[in-house]
């Protein structure tokens, strides 16, 4: 008889960092990892997350991209997602006015929109299902002025406010956000 399939969680930004310590929890508890970051030690956090047991896929994508939400989504193959980690973010420090603004609009576009994308595709498959987890890495940074984070501040405070509306309309389903 073969064996029943271990659960789905996709962790974003789990290279290093949060991320990468959401995927280790969601490994010990059994679930079956796609992680995903655009960084190099993506690979080195695969191998190592392999080694709690289960199957872990990877891929290297640009989550800041309409086209690098795509591929990871695409990566998924249709299976069930019972829990989405959204935690893929940057910040950039520095006085807003001084920035240049192409680097801004990547922690906007990482930050925000590629995470809002992202949910929207994969919250309506859970929607559809009446079932999974959301949780999206805020920051108390969302809830203060952030002077020479500015952006970085604001696009938590999004994030903050986008998961508590989520969260709202999603109450009459087995469906969780989590910020």
Do not use: W
């Not at 047991?53 to 591929?71: I, K, N, P």
């Not at 973010?89 to 990547?106: E, M």
């Not at 959301?134 to 999004?158: D, E, H």
């Amino acid at each position: 008889m073969p064996e029943p399939q271990r659960k789905l969680a996709v962790v974003t930004g789990a290279s290093t960092g949060i991320g990468l310590e959401l995927a280790r929890e969601c490994a010990k508890n059994e679930f079956d990892l796609l992680i995903a970051a655009n960084e190099s030690e993506l690979e080195n956090a695969a191998n190592e997350l392999r080694r709690e047991g289960g199957r872990v896929d990877m891929v290297q994508v640009d989550l800041a991209t309409t086209e690098g939400v795509d591929q990871l989504y695409e990566k998924i193959g249709g299976r069930p997602v019972a829990a989405l980690l959204a935690n893929a973010g940057r910040g950039l420090g520095h006085a807003f006015l001084d920035q240049d603004f192409k680097d801004a609009r990547y922690v906007i576009d990482t930050n925000v929109t590629g995470t809002v994308y992202l949910i929207h595709r994969v919250g309506r498959d859970m929607r559809s299902r009446n079932e999974g987890r959301i949780l999206i890495t805020g920051s108390i940074a969302g809830f203060m002025p952030g002077s020479y984070q500015a952006v970085y501040n604001g696009t938590k405070a999004f994030l903050d406010s986008f998961s508590y509306a989520l969260r709202e309309e999603l109450k009459e389903t087995n469906v969780t956000v989590t910020a």
